[in-house]
């Protein structure tokens, strides 16, 4: 797995893969956002009418998902620093 990292951020150069890091990492971010949002909605929505109006499984899929993206560009930079 080091050495496929380490190739990929070769390949695209440390540059591209920092500023792509940053873009994951934004995504993270906004899906939390949009996260507890959702959530904030629920509790005034499950007040007014006793119905939940979002399915909360699909925003922590998808938190799931930036994480995961994090993750792989987290180790892309930590093997190319050491």
Known sequence: MKDKLLQIVNHYEIKHQLKYFQSEIFELNEAII???????????????????????????????????????????IKYYYD
């Open 34 to 76: 949009q996260y507890e949002m959702a959530k904030d909605d629920n509790k005034e929505r499950i007040i007014k009418d006793g119905r939940p109006r979002w399915n909360m499984d699909y925003y922590k899929e998808h938190i799931t998902e930036e994480i995961a993206d994090v993750m792989v560009m987290l180790g892309q």
